[in-house]
């Protein structure tokens, strides 16, 4: 017996691409799983450090459905290469800062640079057409197939009936009558799927799988832009703009205040590299200054953090600055009433 042909799936950790990977598998092909860090991930980070929806399992989606599928996950570092595709995507954003076209060719191209490399035989995803508005439509697939470099090693279990044949449908590598022909953004089909192959838990479908698509996260990355004069960024911006309440007081500094004690446990890892400011007479968060803040400034920030704390209706609250050497000083300051806070100010 000849050994099984061997298909590289895109695995985000979604029902599609695990739906998508179970398919391929049923018919004896051998599948392994590619899953890219861009840093932009919504699952895992977050959900790790806050208590909402404290009952859902943390976890990282895609080693679950590596986990599942019983195959190999492939985790790879594509952050800097991916900084390109988030500065100048070539067929433009979508509703908010997500390139979504380029980044399915980018992705791709990379998977189908992996395949060469490790002697696979062709591309497994779990789009849909129709599912999303970029880069799932049926203009833009054959896009994502040409540009990527791909062509037609580029196999979509969960709507191939809908698109023209691959090669692995032409030579017999798969059944095409065994894969499907789902369309639109309903995903009772793919949920019923699931339940014909006995997967019961697997992530929220429609739940989005990319910090670039949400308004308010593109809005404080916009900022972020706006305030450093470039369309830069570094890791830990991307993890802090995830992270707690922003608001932009000054055009020159903007402060990142936990709304939790998650939140202010993960921030006490950057105090090395911001001006902080906690309270000390009450109970409250933990904020940072990103910026160059002068005394004016500082008293301000203790203000605003004042009122998210516990002494919000007080007199006077006191108040901790430390500079990023660890040397602090007190500050008693009049928390700032809500209605003096303009929403301007929340990014």
């Not at 392994?32 to 861009?38: K, S």
């Not at 980044?103 to 696979?120: D, G, P, T």
């Not at 698109?163 to 369309?183: A, I, M």
């Amino acid at each position: 017996m000849s050994d099984p042909r061997k298909a590289v799936a895109l695995i985000s950790g979604g029902l599609d691409s695990l739906l998508a990977a179970k398919v391929i598998q049923e018919q004896g092909v051998h599948v392994e799983g590619i899953n890219f860090f861009t840093g932009f991930c919504v699952e895992g980070h977050t959900h790790a450090i806050r208590k909402k929806e404290r009952a859902r399992p943390k976890r990282n989606n895609a080693l679950w459905v590596a986990e599942q599928l019983g195959i190999k996950l492939h985790i790879v570092d594509i952050v800097e290469p991916y900084k390109e595709v988030v500065f100048n995507p070539r067929h433009g954003y979508g509703a908010n800062l997500n390139p979504c076209l380029d980044c399915k060719i980018f992705m791709v191209n990379k998977a189908h640079e992996w395949l060469r490399q490790h002697s696979f035989d062709f591309i497994i995803t779990g789009e849909v057409v129709g599912q999303r508005p970029m880069s799932q439509r049926k203009d833009t697939m054959p896009v994502v197939s040409k540009e990527s470099g791909s062509g037609d090693l580029l196999l979509r279990p969960l709507c191939a009936k809908n698109l023209p044949e691959t090669l692995p449908e032409r030579e017999g590598w798969v059944k095409r009558e065994q894969l499907y022909d789902f369309s639109g953004r309903s995903r009772k089909p793919q949920m019923a799927l699931a339940e014909r192959f006995g997967l019961k838990d697997y992530a929220q479908p429609a739940g989005g799988c990319c910090f670039l698509t949400d308004a308010q996260y593109a809005s404080k990355l916009a900022d972020l832009w706006r305030a450093r004069g470039s369309k830069q960024y570094e890791m830990d911006d991307i993890m802090l703009l995830k992270v707690g309440r922003h608001l932009r007081p000054r055009p020159h500094f903007k402060l990142i205040i936990s709304r939790e004690e998650g939140e202010g446990n993960y921030l006490q890892g950057y105090r090395k590299q911001y001006v902080s400011i906690k309270t000390v007479s009450h109970p409250g968060p933990l904020a940072l200054i990103d910026g160059e803040a002068g005394d004016e400034d500082i008293e301000l920030a203790a203000r605003l953090v004042a009122r998210y704390s516990q002494g919000r209706d007080a007199p006077e609250v006191e108040l901790e600055v430390a500079d990023r050497e660890g040397n602090s000083r007190l500050l008693r300051v009049r928390p700032m009433p809500a209605h003096e806070v303009p929403q301007a100010w929340h990014l």
